[in-house]
């Protein structure tokens, strides 16, 4: 990294590795979105606002995509009315970019209540952007009321089960796993038995050098399993992956940034076009967080960065503003 | 001749007038009691409140959903099962049979609930 991308946590009044001005600043957060790129088999991830500070070569590397995540077309309340003007904005910055990403990654929430409308709104949106290759996987608010099965006819052409898939890109082997199926009271996310069966069978005759990106909707780490923030089966899913040399998993679902790194891989959380959620524990529940209207038009990103080392404590990522 | 079978016609009236007649008083009763006992839920912050409810047999529950997301009220032994509940949505369920029925938010498993039926 260059010294002008500065990602290391500046504000751990805590001592446990959390930066909570970090956090703030995240918070700040309209059309947002990240720009991963694969370099010597390594993937980084950098903030759409953050861009200009970025060298082209390095925004290129051997491989870049973006991913965005829950975009929420349909929600109207008081912490964003206008979530299609947000996610436009991220199709902006996404196009702004002087080298075209491969394609684009949505890590799930595309719509708020699963209507076809939503789905239209964001397929239309996303039309305008310079990657034509988008791959989903469904958040829980894509499958209410019909198990999904929408989701699958618009989005699943290909895949197995519920939606998930493996796909090469590059060298790079992606793999997009469904954790928003058929969950247990009082439980977290799940991928089950029939998934992870796939996966193991997937990645089998990968070589260890190959580099793996997973992405989901629900974290596939334990961030906050009190507010559901985390995925039940996930330890197994990652044992599958334990030979690889470079593991990034990528994940939206609590509408902030975090990462965190333990052995060969590092976890990313992405921020929500729509509207931002609450740190974990910071407030009555995960619902949805009104920010000054200024705030919410004005600055712009500043969400996450690349890669942090986080040990065993929760590792957020600080970002400076331009 | 013609008497008989005019007193057999208003017996038959008579006795058919009372069938109908008996059912729909019963059910004029139970939906009064109903009525009376309406129970409401309500969706706020993540949770059921009260979470726990203990109701006698007939009574009708609303759940209300009072938060910026959608919730789910789903029986975790499939008695019941409500479509998703956008703000200030409700569902409603009347419970007549004694039990216990656990459930919970299907987008939000944490979220659970239970309702005790004496």
Partial sequence: ?322 | MGRSVSIAVLTAALVFGAGILAPLRMSLSATAQQKAETTEVKIDNFSFGPATLTVPVGTTIVWTNRDDIPHTVVSTDGVFKSKVLDTDEKFSFTFSKAGTYPYFCSIHPKMTGKVIVQ
């Fill in chain 1, 1 to 322: 990294m260059t010294g002008k991308v500065k990602d290391e946590i500046l504000y751990d009044h805590n001592h446990d590795g959390i930066d909570r001005r970090g956090f703030l600043k995240c918070m700040a957060w309209a059309g947002t979105g990240a720009l991963c790129v694969m370099s010597g088999g390594v993937l980084k991830s950098y903030s759409l606002s953050r861009l200009p500070e970025l060298s082209g070569k390095e925004a290129l590397g051997e491989l870049s995509f973006v991913q965005i995540s829950d975009s929420h077309m349909g929600f109207n309340k008081p912490a964003n009315p206008d979530v299609a003007g947000t996610l436009k904005a991220a199709v902006d910055k996404i196009n702004a970019l002087s080298a075209a990403p491969e394609f684009m990654l949505h890590t799930g929430d595309i719509s708020h209540l699963s209507k076809p409308e939503e789905f239209d709104i964001v397929d239309q949106i996303l039309k305008d952007a310079k990657p034509k290759d988008v791959f989903y996987v469904p958040g829980e608010h894509d499958v209410l009321n019909d198990d999904g099965k929408q989701f699958l006819e618009r989005y699943g052409k290909g895949s197995k089960g519920n939606g998930w898939y493996s796909f090469d890109k590059k060298g790079a082997h992606f793999i997009g796993l469904v954790n928003v199926m058929n969950l247990k009271a009082g439980g977290l996310g799940t991928l089950g038995h029939e998934q992870l069966e796939w996966l193991e069978d997937d990645v089998k005759h990968l070589k260890h050098s190959t580099p793996i990106v997973v992405f989901a909707h629900i974290p596939l780490w334990s961030v906050y399993p009190e507010w559901g923030w985390g995925t039940e089966d996930s330890a197994q899913a990652l044992s599958y992956l334990k030979k690889f040399g470079s593991v990034t998993v990528l994940n939206g679902h609590i509408h902030q940034v975090m990462q965190k790194v333990e052995g060969n891989v590092t976890f990313h959380t992405a921020c929500s076009t729509a509207f931002p959620q609450p740190q974990p524990g910071k407030a009555d529940s995960p619902g949805p967080m009104k920010v000054p209207a200024e705030q919410l038009k004005s600055v712009l990103g500043i969400t996450d960065v690349n890669y942090v080392q986080g040990q065993h404590a929760l590792a957020v990522v600080d970002s400076t503003l331009g």
